[in-house]
C-alpha cells in the first residue's frame, strides 16, 4: 500500500505544532513547533533543536515560520486536532465553509482554543490553496458517553440547545487505548494531567464517562483553570464585585487552578522544586486529591477499576505527583512500584498490585495523521 503523507496541525493558547506523517508510518518525519506565541520572544523547536526567535504575533505568523522550515514538502492533505465539535461533529470531516461555519458558533465556548485552531485552518487554505483540509475532533472519542454520564440536570429547553457534556482529550485517550491494545482492562481510568488535566472511565476502551463537561473548564483542577466550582461563585462575583462575563472566563482560565492555590506559578515542575511553602504544597495536595477522588467516583462507575493510566506532561514525567495520588488510591489495591516509578517506566505497579498502573507517552498528532488518513483513502481529494 502507498504511504499517504499528511500534515498534522495542533493548535494550543500559545503554541503551534505542525507534524509530518507518512502514513502507515509509526512515528513522525518531521516535527515543528514554535511556543510562546504573543510574547515578545519565541521559541521554535526542528527535530528537537531550540531557538530562541523574535515574537509571533499571532497562530499565522508562526505558521508562516513554520512551513518556510518545512519546505517544498506537499502532503497529501491535513488534518487539524479541534477541541470541539459540539453537537454536530463527532466524526473526522473534510474542511468546507459549512464545517467552519459550524465552529465559529462553538469558538466562545473555548476561547483558548478553537478561535486560533481556525485561524490557521483560514491562513493554511490561503498559503497552501491546493491543499485539502481535514478537521479531527477532540470531543469523538466520548461520544460514546450514555446519557446518565452526558446529560446535565438542566431544563430541556438547555438540554436542545447542545447544553451537555462533550468531553475532552479525546485523542489522547484514542492513541493510549491503540498503544496498550491487549494490555488494556476492562474498567481503566485514564487520567490526562497537563496544563490540563482530565479523568475518563474506559470500559473495553470506549469513554463512558469523563470529567470535563460541555467546556474543557469542568473537571480536575488544572494548572490555571479551576476545574469543578459551585456555579454561584461567578454569580456572587457578578452581584458582589460587578464582574462582566469576560473577566470572569479570564479569572477561571488564567487565574485559578495551581496558580491560584500557590500564588507563584501554575507550572508543576517550579511548583515541586517550591514544595515546602505551605501555599505551594496545598495547591499540589489538592491537585493530587482531586485527581484520586476522580479514579474513586470512576470505579464506582465502572463497577470497580483494574487499570490507572496516566498521560499528559505532568502524567508522563511528574513521578511524585503520581506516587501522591496512587497514595490514596490503596483501598482499590494498588501498589506502586517506586523504582519504576522514579524512572518514568511504562509500568509502574508491582507484580501483586490489584490495579495495573501504566505511563503512556500519548501522541495527538499520531491520532490525527491516522483518521485524515483514513478520510484521505475513503474520499481522495
Request: glycine share 10%.
Amino acid at each position: 500500500m502507498a504511504s499517504t503523507r499528511i500534515l498534522a496541525v495542533n493548535v494550543g493558547s500559545s503554541s503551534l505544532r505542525i507534524d509530518l506523517w507518512d502514513i502507515p508510518g509509526t512515528t513522525p518525519v518531521t516535527v515543528l513547533r514554535a511556543d510562546r506565541i504573543g510574547a515578545p520572544r519565541a521559541a521554535v523547536s526542528d527535530g528537537g533543536r531550540e531557538e530562541e526567535t523574535p515574537g509571533f504575533p499571532d497562530h499565522a505568523a508562526a505558521l508562516d515560520a513554520l512551513l518556510k522550515r518545512l519546505g517544498r514538502v506537499e502532503p497529501d492533505c491535513a488534518g487539524h486536532r479541534m477541541v470541539h465539535g459540539g453537537p454536530r461533529h463527532r466524526e473526522p470531516a473534510w474542511v468546507t465553509d459549512e464545517v467552519l461555519a459550524d465552529l465559529d458558533e462553538l469558538a466562545e465556548l473555548v476561547p483558548l482554543h478553537v478561535p486560533p485552531a481556525l485561524r490557521v485552518i483560514r491562513h493554511l487554505g490561503s498559503a497552501r490553496p491546493g491543499l485539502r483540509q481535514a478537521v479531527v475532533f477532540d470531543t469523538g472519542f466520548h461520544a460514546t458517553l450514555p446519557a446518565r454520564a452526558a446529560e446535565y440536570a438542566v431544563p430541556a429547553a438547555w438540554r436542545s440547545a447542545g447544553i451537555r457534556r462533550y468531553g475532552f482529550h479525546g485523542l489522547a485517550c484514542a492513541d493510549a487505548v491503540a498503544q496498550l491494545g491487549a494490555e488494556l482492562r476492562e474498567r481503566a481510568v485514564l487520567l490526562h494531567l497537563g496544563a490540563g488535566c482530565s479523568a475518563t472511565a474506559l470500559r473495553d476502551g470506549r469513554s463512558v464517562d469523563t470529567t470535563m463537561g460541555l467546556t474543557p473548564l469542568e473537571g480536575l483542577m488544572m494548572a490555571t483553570r479551576c476545574g469543578d466550582l459551585d456555579p454561584a461563585v461567578p454569580l456572587y462575583l457578578q452581584r458582589r464585585e460587578g464582574w462582566s462575563a469576560e473577566q470572569l472566563e479570564e479569572a477561571l482560565n488564567h487565574e485559578c487552578g495551581l496558580l491560584g492555590l500557590s500564588g507563584t506559578s501554575g507550572d508543576m515542575k517550579t511548583l515541586l522544586d517550591r514544595g515546602r511553602e505551605p501555599a505551594v504544597r496545598l495547591a499540589i495536595e489538592v491537585f493530587c486529591y482531586r485527581a484520586a477522588k476522580a479514579v474513586g467516583a470512576f470505579a464506582a462507575a465502572l463497577g470497580g477499576c483494574e487499570q490507572v493510566l496516566f498521560t499528559g506532561g505532568i502524567g508522563e514525567h511528574a513521578a511524585p505527583i503520581r506516587a501522591e495520588i496512587i497514595g490514596h488510591l490503596t483501598f482499590l489495591g494498588a501498589q506502586l512500584d517506586e523504582r519504576a516509578n522514579a524512572v518514568n517506566a511504562p509500568v509502574i505497579s508491582r507484580p501483586q498490585s490489584r490495579v495495573a498502573i501504566h505511563v503512556v507517552r500519548i501522541d495527538e498528532g499520531r491520532q490525527v495523521a491516522l483518521a485524515t488518513a483514513r478520510l484521505h483513502r475513503a474520499r481522495p481529494a
